[in-house]
């Protein structure tokens, strides 16, 4: 009997630590983007999986959404999400979104600027290093590396 309640055991804890890691990232989001764009489309779909509810907003005037956000000039990228308090710049990786949300920050937003191959919404493989920065007032501050 013991043998069988410890893999159970195991099993639940092991679920219950997955969901309270999802359980951090909001489940709503509006992802502003330029009409054209089909790889913030992706990312949008990305998101989705994860289990976030994004709306897509297509025609959204992205320089008045960047300012609006506080995006540092030079750090922009396709498309910007506003998920929870937060907003999102460009195609940040899961694992440094869920960091994020664990951390909870006092800052603006999170980015990764420009369209990086191999992130999530954008095909090939990874070349280089992702440098993830926090921002707050047009001001970046680094946040991790992937």
Same mark, same amino acid.
């Given at each position: 009997m013991r043998r069988v309640f410890t893999p159970l055991l195991l099993a639940g $804890?092991?679920?219950l630590s997955a969901t309270a890691a999802q359980a951090a990232l909001p489940e709503t989001a509006t992802l502003?983007?330029?009409?054209?764009c089909?790889?913030?489309d992706a990312y949008a779909r990305? $998101?989705?999986a994860q289990g976030v509810d994004v709306s897509v907003v297509s025609d959204a005037?992205?320089?008045e959404i960047k300012t609006r956000a506080g995006v540092p000039y030079g750090k922009g990228s396709c498309h910007t999400v506003k998920i929870g308090d937060y907003w999102i710049e460009g195609h940040v990786p899961m694992a440094a979104l869920e960091?994020?949300?664990d951390d909870a920050p006092?800052?603006?937003g999170i980015g990764l600027a420009g369209m990086p191959i191999g992130t999530p919404g954008m095909p090939g493989a990874k070349t280089e290093p992702y440098h993830v920065y926090t921002f707050s007032?047009?001001?970046a501050a680094s946040y991790m590396t992937l």
């Open positions: $804890l092991t679920s502003y983007k330029n009409p054209q089909l790889c913030c990305h $998101l989705e005037d992205m320089n960091a994020f949300f006092a800052t603006a007032e047009h001001e």
